[in-house]
């Protein structure tokens, strides 16, 4: 073919309509015309490299080496990709470039018009990745020869609207050289950091380098030419992954742990993941997602939060997939049936590095856990698929601990339990200090019963995802009545002799407070402080308060039930008063005394201060004579 018999060949109508989807819908970022042809140029040079492998006649001793070119011509307003791969012939040239070929092409644009966004799945079935290019260039000429063929080279040019033109051309060598006429608004593309940029993002790890000829015909190489997670495990040092971690994450620090693993079979993927040291500084975005999506090793997004679930945002790293278009927005991906798929094979990896690590490494585990154990925490309220394996991974403060850092798995707890403890007993608290020091460990610190510390707010929302572990129900120790069963048998009775004997008092108390409290009983948590104030065990309790009113939230609050410790010498003296005389005015004010040291006691503030300091006083001024 000649220059005088170029040919005009028209695109078809619904393909047309497809090219003006590609050029102005598929889209987020116009910058990814860039990956799409260094993506093309990449599986252009696998099949020859392929071929030179498996059949003699690719087989060249002088080749040069397989690389992909950028040049930039500013005078001209151009940017040429080239490659030195398998090339193509004119009819390829028209299958590849000319058609978008699929049976299904009428169907996927009718579903688009209805706004079937189920319909995008399809568009990874059509060689749209080529076209991306006219979101850049008014005009894009291909100039192409096939390797290991007589016929001549080929010129393929376009403006991207009406149809393409056909034409023999000038080629020395096999592959293909693709010219980009770019538009006024596309002209950062023309500047030699603006590429190195786009390369970086998209495609550093391309397995070929990518040279960028710079001016005076000078070349640099402008990605890492290697793609580490596709090297084999055993040629990796591990500085080389610290490395990689470091400049995919922006941590300073080496990660806590990694895998890297080649899943084959029916789905074929690369997975190298990184934990890291440090919770990060986004750690409470649920929009954050730190996992790279690659396509046979082209960068796709980092923004695919169906790859894992949300509670695991806080892992690092690349999944590189055989088996999914690339030439798809990243709006797109989320709907392709493959993505659930691999998320699954990648939690389970997740679990399997984190449950070897609490297994052989308790410590590095601990260490993990104080700094991201709470997004496991989120985990166990909105994954029940691997709800067991998290529960088992979970890790609290309790009693038995002597500082922040002391965790207990429920595991540990259980096997640590008394004989005869038959449940999982817990308080919850806005810290360690103020679980520590609450009147309602008192019991439980006197009989050396462990009780788990829920000191993050998180464990309000957690604690009802876990109604029980091996068996044992979890029981809040500032909830409900609270009956120890064997563990503490002469409690009980002394409890039955206090109901009867301080039956006026607690009529007396109730009445005096029945704005404030919704009964007064006897209690058996306390064996050291005076009384203390117990949730109804389907209320809310102290701490929930806290976080709801920290929180903004409205909620109706609701009274609580004042306990009272029989044993202890100040309900000892209020007994002997009202015995003395049960009209005494002086119980009234101690029933407010009691209910505010309550308060005071879980850390809420007196509703009011001021009659708080005036009978405050009062007791003072009794007690000193005065």
């Given at each position: 073919?000649?220059?005088?018999?170029?040919e005009?060949?028209?695109?078809?109508?619904?393909?047309?309509?497809?090219?003006?989807?590609?050029?102005?819908?598929?889209?987020?970022?116009?910058?990814?015309?860039?990956?799409?042809?260094?993506s093309n140029?990449?599986?252009?040079?696998?099949k020859?490299?392929?071929?030179?492998?498996?059949?003699?006649?690719?087989?060249?001793?002088?080749?040069?080496?397989?690389?992909?070119?950028?040049?930039?011509?500013?005078?001209?307003?151009?940017?040429?990709?080239?490659?030195?791969?398998?090339?193509?012939?004119?009819?390829?040239?028209?299958?590849?470039?000319?058609?978008?070929?699929?049976?299904?092409?009428?169907?996927?644009?009718?579903?688009?018009?209805?706004?079937?966004?189920?319909?995008?799945?399809?568009?990874?079935?059509?060689?749209?990745?080529?076209?991306?290019?006219?979101?850049?260039?008014s005009?894009?000429?291909?100039?192409?020869?096939?390797?290991?063929?007589?016929?001549?080279?080929?010129?393929?040019?376009?403006?991207?609207?009406?149809?393409?033109?056909?034409?023999e051309?000038?080629?020395?060598?096999?592959?293909?050289e693709?010219?980009?006429?770019?538009k006024?608004?596309?002209?950062?593309?023309?500047?030699?950091?603006?590429?190195?940029?786009?390369?970086?993002?998209?495609?550093?790890?391309?397995?070929?380098?990518?040279?960028?000829?710079?001016?005076?015909?000078?070349?640099?190489?402008?990605?890492?030419?290697?793609?580490?997670?596709?090297?084999?495990?055993?040629?990796?040092?591990?500085?080389?992954?610290?490395?990689?971690?470091?400049?995919?994450?922006?941590?300073?620090?080496?990660?806590?742990?990694?895998?890297?693993?080649?899943?084959?079979?029916?789905?074929?993927?690369?997975?190298?993941?990184?934990?890291?040291?440090?919770?990060?500084?986004?750690?409470?975005?649920?929009?954050?997602?730190?996992?790279?999506?690659?396509?046979?090793?082209?960068?796709?997004?980092?923004?695919?939060?169906?790859?894992?679930?949300?509670?695991?945002?806080?892992?690092?790293?690349?999944?590189?997939?055989?088996?999914?278009?690339?030439?798809?927005?990243?709006?797109?991906?989320?709907?392709?049936?493959?993505?659930?798929?691999?998320?699954?094979?990648?939690?389970?990896?997740?679990?399997?590095?984190?449950?070897?690590?609490?297994?052989?490494?308790?410590?590095k585990?601990?260490?993990?856990?104080?700094?991201?154990?709470?997004?496991?925490?989120?985990?166990?309220?909105?994954?029940f698929e691997?709800?067991?394996?998290?529960?088992?991974?979970?890790?609290?403060?309790?009693?038995?601990?002597?500082?922040?850092?002391?965790?207990?798995?429920?595991?540990?707890?259980?096997?640590?339990?008394?004989?005869?403890?038959?449940?999982?007993?817990?308080?919850?608290?806005?810290?360690?200090?103020?679980?520590?020091?609450?009147?309602?460990?008192?019991?439980?610190?006197?009989?050396g019963?462990?009780?788990?510390?829920?000191?993050e707010?998180?464990?309000?929302?957690?604690?009802?995802s876990?109604?029980?572990?091996?068996?044992?129900k979890?029981?809040?120790?500032?909830?409900?009545?609270?009956?120890?069963?064997?563990?503490?048998?002469?409690?009980?009775?002394?409890?039955?002799?206090?109901?009867?004997?301080?039956?006026?008092?607690?009529?007396?108390?109730?009445?005096?407070?029945?704005?404030?409290?919704?009964?007064?009983?006897?209690?058996?948590?306390?064996?050291?402080?005076?009384?203390?104030?117990?949730?109804?065990?389907?209320?809310?309790?102290?701490?929930?308060?806290?976080?709801?009113?920290?929180?903004?939230?409205?909620?109706?609050?609701?009274?609580?039930?004042?306990?009272?410790?029989?044993?202890?010498?100040?309900?000892?003296?209020i007994?002997?008063?009202?015995?003395?005389?049960?009209?005494?005015?002086?119980?009234?004010?101690?029933?407010?005394?009691?209910?505010?040291?309550?308060?005071?006691?879980?850390?809420?503030?007196?509703?009011?201060?001021?009659?708080?300091v005036?009978?405050?006083?009062?007791?003072?001024?009794?007690?000193?004579?005065?």
């Amino acid at each position: 073919m000649t220059n005088e018999a170029k040919e005009k060949i028209e695109f078809k109508a619904e393909v047309a309509q497809v090219l003006n989807l590609v050029i102005h819908s598929l889209y987020s970022h116009r910058e990814v015309f860039l990956r799409e042809l260094i993506s093309n140029a990449s599986d252009a040079l696998d099949k020859h490299r392929h071929l030179a492998l498996t059949d003699e006649k690719y087989k060249t001793s002088d080749a040069p080496a397989y690389a992909i070119k950028l040049a930039i011509d500013k005078k001209k307003q151009t940017l040429t990709i080239s490659d030195n791969g398998i090339g193509m012939s004119r009819e390829e040239v028209i299958q590849n470039l000319g058609t978008i070929a699929s049976s299904g092409t009428k169907a996927f644009l009718e579903q688009m018009a209805q706004g079937n966004k189920d319909s995008l799945q399809l568009i990874g079935q059509f060689g749209v990745g080529f076209y991306s290019s006219f979101m850049v260039a008014s005009k894009v000429k291909v100039v192409t020869r096939r390797a290991v063929s007589e016929e001549a080279a080929v010129s393929w040019e376009s403006d991207g609207t009406g149809g393409y033109t056909l034409e023999e051309a000038k080629k020395e060598d096999h592959g293909t050289e693709i010219t980009l006429y770019l538009k006024d608004d596309a002209k950062d593309y023309l500047e030699e950091f603006e590429i190195k940029e786009v390369v970086k993002k998209y495609s550093d790890y391309v397995s070929y380098p990518i040279i960028l000829i710079k001016e005076k015909n000078e070349e640099e190489t402008i990605n890492k030419v290697t793609a580490i997670w596709r090297r084999p495990k055993n040629e990796i040092k591990e500085e080389e992954y610290f490395e990689f971690y470091k400049y995919i994450s922006h941590d300073f620090e080496d990660p806590l742990l990694y895998t890297h693993h080649s899943i084959e079979g029916a789905l074929e993927f690369k997975l190298l993941l990184f934990i890291p040291k440090k919770r990060p500084v986004n750690f409470f975005r649920d929009d954050i997602h730190g996992l790279r999506l690659h396509v046979k090793k082209m960068f796709v997004t980092d923004q695919c939060k169906e790859l894992i679930p949300v509670y695991l945002r806080f892992v690092k790293g690349v999944v590189d997939s055989e088996d999914l278009p690339l030439n798809i927005s990243r709006e797109t991906l989320q709907h392709n049936a493959l993505i659930p798929k691999i998320r699954k094979q990648l939690t389970k990896k997740i679990f399997d590095l984190l449950e070897e690590l609490a297994e052989k490494e308790p410590e590095k585990y601990r260490e993990f856990f104080l700094e991201l154990g709470v997004a496991l925490k989120e985990g166990i309220t909105m994954d029940f698929e691997n709800r067991d394996r998290i529960l088992e991974l979970l890790r609290f403060k309790s009693s038995a601990g002597s500082s922040e850092k002391d965790l207990v798995s429920l595991k540990e707890y259980v096997e640590r339990m008394k004989p005869e403890q038959k449940e999982i007993y817990y308080i919850a608290g806005t810290s360690r200090e103020a679980c520590q020091q609450s009147p309602h460990l008192e019991l439980f610190r006197s009989k050396g019963i462990e009780v788990l510390f829920m000191d993050e707010v998180i464990d309000e929302w957690v604690i009802p995802s876990i109604p029980e572990y091996q068996s044992k129900k979890l029981k809040s120790i500032t909830k409900g009545d609270l009956d120890l069963g064997d563990l503490d048998k002469e409690a009980k009775k002394e409890k039955e002799k206090a109901d009867t004997d301080y039956k006026l008092l607690t009529d007396r108390l109730r009445s005096a407070l029945q704005e404030q409290v919704k009964e007064v009983r006897i209690s058996v948590r306390l064996n050291e402080s005076p009384c203390c104030l117990v949730a109804d065990e389907n209320d809310m309790d102290a701490n929930m308060e806290h976080i709801m009113k920290a929180m903004g939230r409205e909620f109706q609050e609701t009274k609580r039930i004042l306990e009272i410790n029989p044993q202890h010498a100040v309900i000892k003296n209020i007994k002997a008063l009202l015995d003395k005389d049960p009209k005494d005015v002086r119980i009234e004010t101690w029933a407010s005394l009691l209910f505010n040291q309550a308060l005071i006691a879980e850390g809420k503030a007196v509703k009011d201060p001021t009659s708080f300091v005036r009978n405050l006083n009062e007791l003072l001024e009794n007690s000193t004579g005065a």
